[in-house]
């Protein structure tokens, strides 16, 4: 076979290969995605709010406020570049931090911590008690503290520090009413009705 012949043969087999790929049909299977068994989940919730949340929560609080001294009256907000950098990195943090704190296998505490006020706040492990038995509620509640970051983030984008402060209020809301079902004792009525977390005086 001369080496002319070849070529072509090569050149001819190499374009039906190719036609042929181009033509199969393609798969109907999902990409595939990431699952909660590649989260690593090291921090606890306790630890989600204790590093994240909160400290955010109260910069934004603290960003817009009227205090008063005798001294005089300071009106306290954001007001150079990097104070509207500071809050909005905040505000990232808090919204992001709702997200960590329903992953799945995400713990409550750590094994054997303890309530550090017994008496007044519910103990670890009833508080797992009382997500476990409603998680879907817990996960709403996360989702409202992440709105509520939400507003708090469209008025820094603004440069609004009176939609700021009043965002304020709405992220004070949702932490409240999240705290009064998974950390007051005296308001988990569903719970302390089963018999299943005892009701402490």
């Known amino acids: 076979m001369r080496p002319t012949t070849f070529l072509w ?10 036609a042929a790929a181009c033509s199969a049909p393609k ?5 595939a995605t ?3 068994a590649e989260f690593r989940t090291t921090g606890t919730i306790k630890d989600i709010m204790d590093s994240v949340v ?3 929560a109260d910069y934004l609080w ?4 009227t205090i008063v001294t005798k001294k005089g009256t300071e009106e306290r907000r954001p007001r150079t570049d990097e104070d509207w950098k500071q809050a909005r990195r905040r505000a990232i943090a808090l919204i992001e931090g709702t997200n960590l704190l329903i992953m799945d296998g995400r ?9 550090e006020n017994p008496g007044i706040e519910l103990g670890p492990e009833e508080i797992k008690q009382v997500i476990d038995s409603d ?5 709403k509640f996360a989702h409202a503290l992440h709105d509520a970051g939400v507003k708090a983030l469209a008025a820094i984008d603004k440069k609004d520090p009176d939609a700021l402060s009043d965002s304020g209020e709405t992220i004070d809301e949702a932490c409240e009413q999240c705290h009064l079902k998974y950390w007051y004792p005296l308001n988990t009525p569903d719970i302390l009705k089963k018999g299943s977390v005892k009701k402490q005086s």
């Open 107 to 115: 713990l409550v505490a750590k094994a054997g911590e303890k309530s």
């Open 34 to 36: 990431n699952t909660s």
């Open 62 to 65: 603290e960003s817009v406020a």
């Open 54 to 56: 909160d400290p955010s």
């Open 9 to 18: 043969l090569c050149t001819a087999g190499g374009v039906m290969l190719l």
């Open 27 to 31: 798969s109907d299977a999902p990409a």
């Open 135 to 139: 998680r879907a509620s817990f996960i």
